[in-house]
């Protein structure tokens, strides 16, 4: 059993998921600002790796601060949303435990929501590899903000499934231990603008309502519109503002 409860097979497919839901995610999950990116890599063009890049969210802040960037996941049916996204960008299936890119070849590693997937130590090893001599890795996770008293009963809703799915600090230190470097911290924010049944639509896309099966899933989709239905700060409300936490974390190896 692992720390947050679940046996290595129903990690296995909560990781293996997200194919699954490969346009539902593009259309609903909340992208990331660009201060963050910034902190990340920096102000100058950078030719990034976004491992884990899914359908391309990241993807695309990177490209929109004139970044070359190319992306790496092992769900090919996510790639494909980001290619129809972004066809610039060269796409790679692959993992961060087996990176497909040669040796020094990048000068930043970045991952969006996704880094609590990888396994640290042979994560770190690729990472180290795929890397030029002074190069950074980023990790960054939205995390949605419960001091909002809707977003607050949204996540009580949700607390009993979704347990070992947020951004996690100790995955940082982890990462941090195993390319032994140092960690800074940036706090930001982002906010969707989203009608009701998106906000469903957009807990739908999370790994451990997809792995559901579809009588559980439409019990808990329920649940989850019955918030939205009756909170006295969203009911009847034709669009919501769902707030987001991001915390942007940078690896510097001395
Ligand atoms: C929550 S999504 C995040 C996607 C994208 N980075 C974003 O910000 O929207 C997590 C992604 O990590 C990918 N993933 C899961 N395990 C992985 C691994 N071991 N190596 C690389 N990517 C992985 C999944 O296929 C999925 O696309």
Same mark, same amino acid.
């Given at each position: ?10 990690? %296995? ?7 699954? /839901? ?8 909340? #992208? ?18 976004? +491992? ?17 960037? /190319?992306?790496?996941?092992? !769900?090919?049916?996510? +790639? *494909?949303?980001?290619?129809? %996204?972004? &066809? ?21 590693? /970045?991952?969006?929501?996704? *880094? ?5 130590? &042979?994560?770190?090893?690729?990472l180290r590899r795929v890397l030029r001599p ?10 949605? #903000?419960?001091? /909002? &008293?809707?977003?607050?009963? +949204?996540? %009580? *809703? ?14 940082? $230190? ?6 032994? =470097? ?21 807990? !739908? ?17 329920? $649940? ?7 909170? &006295? ?5 034709? +669009?919501?503002d769902l707030p987001y936490r991001t915390d !942007?974390?940078?690896?510097?190896? =001395?």
């Amino acid at each position: 059993m692992r720390e947050d409860g679940l046996d290595p097979e129903a990690w %296995r497919q909560r990781r293996t998921s997200f194919g699954s /839901v490969a346009a539902g995610y593009a259309a609903h999950r909340p #992208d990331y600002p660009a201060d963050a990116v910034a902190f990340l890599v920096g102000e100058r063009p950078r030719r990034v790796l976004d +491992l884990g890049a899914g359908t391309g969210l990241l993807t695309g802040v990177l490209l929109a601060a004139g970044h070359e960037v /190319v992306a790496v996941d092992p !769900a090919e049916p996510m +790639l *494909a949303e980001l290619r129809a %996204r972004h &066809p610039q960008v060269p796409t790679h299936v692959g993992d961060a435990e087996a990176v497909p890119l040669p040796d020094a070849s990048v000068d930043a590693v /970045v991952a969006g929501q996704a *880094a609590h997937w990888f396994d640290p130590e &042979p994560a770190a090893v690729q990472l180290r590899r795929v890397l030029r001599p002074g190069g950074v890795v980023g990790l960054v996770w939205n995390t949605r #903000d419960e001091e /909002v &008293p809707w977003v607050a009963a +949204l996540g %009580r *809703a949700l607390a009993a499934e979704a347990r070992g799915h947020e951004a996690d600090q100790g995955v940082v $230190e982890a990462f941090a231990h195993a390319l032994g =470097a140092r960690v800074e911290h940036h706090r930001s924010a982002v906010v969707q603008r989203l009608r009701p049944e998106q906000v469903v639509a957009g807990i !739908a896309t999370r790994s451990y309502v997809a792995t559901m099966d579809d009588a559980r899933r439409h019990e808990f989709l329920g $649940e989850v519109r019955a918030v939205l239905d009756t909170h &006295p700060d969203t009911r009847g409300r034709d +669009l919501v503002d769902l707030p987001y936490r991001t915390d !942007a974390y940078r690896l510097t190896s =001395a």
